[in-house]
Structures are given as structure tokens and as C-alpha cells.
């Protein structure tokens, strides 16, 4: 799916919408979408030209990147106009286009095992488990649903144990791994005596 980027002008910087950010010390300068794993309309502003004595209402140029296929599919999950220090308008779109995000991610974040219920194989499993483990975690979802199931290998950053007198919860708390696996001993690619690696 490509996007598109299209150049924008804002009137006078104090007549922006709410809808726009205006950090303040109650809204911090961020944004939530209704579905915040799809982003697929992206505002990106260059940083606006200085006031002059004559002229207090600075206008503010912003590339607009929107992927259509993507805004048809899941409606429009739309950014606020974000300033940046930016100097041209190319450069606005190629950061709107890097930041859209046209299909939903999917993420696990705390994964709760009640134990009471599992064999002793799985309780030992569970019970080995250490920060810093990987894990591999599937989710099956209904059909028709696309895709059926998500697999993801995440790493353990914390776990929790609640023990009351009738159960015995184990939460493990997950951030997606990043496997790196391009010096990784016993390899062909390192063995190979022409690179001067074995």
C-alpha cells in the first residue's frame, strides 16, 4: 500500500483547532488514536517562519501523508498536526511516511497463567521461567477473522505471582524480543574459512 503526500497550510498558529496538539502541562504533547495500532494519516510540520513586527500570524506548512487503502479498510486513524524543527517539506513527508503504521500490529502485553489448573510439566515450565526468557505466545482469534492466529516471541520483562489460599496467578509481563542473529557461533556464514572466520 502506498501513501500519498499532500502539502498543507494552517491560517494563523492561534486559531488551531483543539483537535491539534498544544502541549500543555495537563496534555502532554502526544496523541491517541481510536485504534492505536494503525496511524494511517500522518501530519508533519516544518518549523514555521519567525513573526515579524508587521506580520504576528505565522502560518504553519505540514505534509499530510494518507494511505486510502488503508483509511477504506479501518477509517481514518489521523495524527494531530505535530511541529517539528524540520526545514522543508520533502523531509515533512518522508517522516509522515516513515510513521504510518497502514495495518493494525498486533502486541501481547501481561499474560496471566492461573495455575491451578495446569499438569505438573506445565507448572515446572512456567516455574522456570526467568526475566530475560524468551517465550513464543499464540493467540487464535474466530473465524472469519483475518489473520486467524498471531505468533510473536516476546521477552520476559517482570513477573508476578498472586497466591490467595484457593489460586495462584502467575502474570508475566512481555515486550516483543528482537533476536539478532548475525554473529551467532556454529553458523555456516562464520564457519566459512574463505571470510577468514573459522
Not at 502526544?30 to 502560518?59: C, E, K, R, W, Y
Not at 498536526?81 to 501481547?108: C, H, M, N, S
Not at 539478532?180 to 557461533?185: A, Q, R
Amino acid at each position: 500500500m502506498p501513501f500519498a503526500v499532500s502539502n498543507q497550510t494552517i491560517g494563523a498558529a492561534g486559531t488551531l483547532e483543539d483537535s491539534f496538539v498544544i502541549p500543555t502541562a495537563s496534555r502532554p504533547n502526544q496523541f491517541t488514536p481510536l485504534n492505536p495500532s494503525v496511524v494511517n494519516v500522518v501530519n508533519v510540520a516544518i518549523a514555521p517562519a519567525a513573526p515579524t513586527a508587521g506580520n504576528l500570524a505565522t502560518t504553519i506548512e505540514y505534509a499530510q501523508g494518507i494511505v486510502s487503502e488503508s483509511v477504506a479498510e479501518y477509517g481514518t486513524q489521523e495524527t494531530p498536526v505535530v511541529v517539528t524543527l524540520l526545514e522543508t517539506l520533502d523531509d515533512a513527508g518522508d517522516l509522515a511516511g516513515y510513521l504510518i503504521r497502514k495495518v493494525p500490529a498486533f502486541w501481547f502485553g501481561n499474560i496471566q497463567v492461573v495455575m491451578n489448573g495446569l499438569t505438573d510439566a506445565q507448572r515446572t515450565t512456567i516455574g522456570s521461567l526467568d526475566i530475560g526468557s524468551q517465550i513464543s505466545v499464540t493467540k487464535s482469534f474466530p473465524a472469519p477473522s483475518t489473520p486467524s492466529s498471531v505468533t510473536q516471541i516476546m521477552a520476559l520483562e517482570g513477573i508476578s505471582h498472586d497466591i490467595t489460599p484457593d489460586r495462584h496467578i502467575v502474570t508475566l509481563y512481555t515486550n516483543p524480543a528482537r533476536i539478532f542473529s548475525l554473529f551467532i557461533l556454529d553458523t555456516d556464514k562464520l564457519d566459512d574459512d574463505t571470510k577468514g572466520l573459522a
